[in-house]
């Protein structure tokens, strides 16, 4: 079955394989259908969690024996990490978020953040680099994480800073918003290309290709 990015709750996972990298997502929580992504590395094994939703049950059979070498939190938002708890006592691996949001995190969760992250660090797991973008506007500490496939296109997940059709929420706030654009079409859009595949923190997946020409429409709409 080809990967399409299309999981519902208390479905199976959907993978894809790449060269060199595993990508397995899954959705939790009815309400929020959250999407969870976990990332293993095919020449080790070794394994990173980006979003522990929710659901512990559902995502520790996904990690399976491997164990994680790290959970990456995108975000504080209290529906991105309601199983990190969880599943960082069953796996032990380094806890990953972006600076501005890990005492947020660790306050909501009880879970210490070992790695504050921003532009331009990198997250290791096996043979594989993620590279950190920090989007400012949706919380003040988001981070995407980037992989630039050797043998393909580059796949970024967004966490809540980028959707099909548009920018994360900002609640009403219009400074936020406006950092947020402008984050977004600098950072991603202005320095990756249009085969890039974007994985997001809810629904389904896109390209920049099929985002982009929609840019100025978003900006202009104010969401």
């Known amino acids: 079955m080809s990967y399409t990015g299309e999981v519902t709750v208390g479905g199976p996972a959907h993978v894809r394989e790449l060269a060199g990298l595993r990508i397995a997502k899954v959705a939790v929580d009815e309400q929020m259908s959250n999407n969870c992504y976990l990332l293993t590395c095919r020449a080790t094994g070794e394994q990173l969690l980006i979003d522990a939703a929710d659901d512990a049950p559902t995502l520790l059979p996904l990690v ?4 994680l070498s790290a959970v990456a939190t995108t975000h504080q938002h209290w529906d991105h990490h ?29 879970v210490a953040v070992e790695r504050r992250v921003g532009d331009a660090d990198t997250v290791r797991f096996g043979e594989i680099t993620l590279e950190v973008i920090r989007i400012t506007g949706h919380t003040p500490g988001s981070i995407c994480l980037l992989y630039r496939d050797p043998e393909g296109h580059p796949h970024l997940w967004t966490g809540d800073s980028l959707f099909p059709g548009g920018v994360g929420n900002t609640f009403g706030d219009a400074a936020a918003f406006a950092t947020l654009i402008d984050d977004v079409e600098t950072k991603i859009f202005g320095t990756l290309p249009d085969e890039t595949w974007f994985y997001p923190g809810h629904g389904s997946d896109s390209t920049l290709g099929a985002e982009r020409p929609h840019l100025q429409e978003w900006r202009e709409r104010g969401w």
Do not use: C, H, K, N
Not at 64 to 67: A, I, L, Q, S, V
Not at 88 to 107: C, K, L, W
């Open 64 to 67: 399976g024996d491997g164990g």
């Open 82 to 110: 309601r199983a990190l708890a969880d599943v960082v006592a069953a796996t032990s691996p380094t806890v990953i978020a972006g600076e501005p949001d890990a005492d947020a995190i660790t306050e909501q969760t009880g």
